[in-house]
């Protein structure tokens, strides 16, 4: 089991470029996360998905777009990039929203230049 | 809006020793969930333990324990007979009962010493 993989592991790309990092989990998870962690920072929430079809704004939203058409995929979007998104991004499972663990997948660092 | 604060930006401890990362926290609530999570150089976040609010009873998983303190809103991680693979960023974080947003603290660097 792989649990959650996350695609590129790294990246860079000019500004004013459309990105898609994607998100994969293998654990019927229902709720799936968002999040990135700038340097030295803890980790905000961009979007969530409590159940397929379903999402929801986070943290810092602006910037982001999401999609959940199933319940193992979670691809995040940059439809312009810009310097400032310049981040580690982390995806995240639990069994569903609210009480659960979250388990986060390995990352993806993305420089905006 | 709840906020999580890890005062030590920085901790050492000697191998095989004991240490203890601090953690409190802001919340009008009265159900929810906290947790310690790491973070080593590979960047993986790797839950660590577990507190559900509404337990009196400190979690403990092998070496890992906490002392959680619901009235002082205070939740330290105590780390016994540190190995080398413990050195790595420790994160605290919460999250209220339904709620979808994980609220971290800023993280403690621990460095073990052989």
């Known amino acids: 089991i792989a649990g959650i993989t996350q695609a590129p592991t790294s990246q860079i790309l000019a500004a004013g470029r459309r990105m898609t990092l994607r998100c994969t989990q293998d654990m019927r998870h229902n709720a799936m996360y968002w999040y990135r962690q700038d340097l030295g920072l803890g980790l905000r929430l961009i979007h969530y998905?409590?159940?397929?079809?379903?999402?929801g704004k986070g943290e810092v939203p602006d910037g982001y777009s999401v999609s959940r058409a199933n319940t193992d995929d979670f691809p995040l979007t940059l439809a312009s990039a810009v310097p400032s998104q310049t981040s580690v991004y982390f995806c995240a499972s639990s069994d569903r929203a609210g009480a659960d663990t979250q388990y986060f997948g390995p990352g993806t660092r993305l420089t905006v230049l | 809006a709840q906020t999580v604060t890890q005062s030590q930006p920085e901790m050492s401890v000697q191998e095989a020793e004991t240490v203890t990362l601090s953690c409190t926290y802001d919340t009008s609530e009265s159900d929810y969930y906290l947790f310690w999570y790491k973070q080593p150089p590979s960047r993986q976040m790797i839950l660590v333990i577990r507190q559900e609010a509404y337990k009196q009873q400190n979690a403990t998983e092998n070496r890992f324990s906490v002392n959680f303190q619901k009235a002082a809103k205070s939740f330290s991680l105590k780390i016994s007979d540190s190995q080398l693979g413990d050195a790595a960023m420790y994160f605290c974080?919460?999250?209220?009962?339904?709620?979808?947003?994980?609220?971290f603290g800023g993280g403690t660097r621990l460095m073990v010493k052989p």
């Open positions: 998905s409590n159940t397929a079809g379903t999402t």
């Open positions: 974080a919460y999250l209220r009962d339904a709620g979808n947003m994980l609220t």
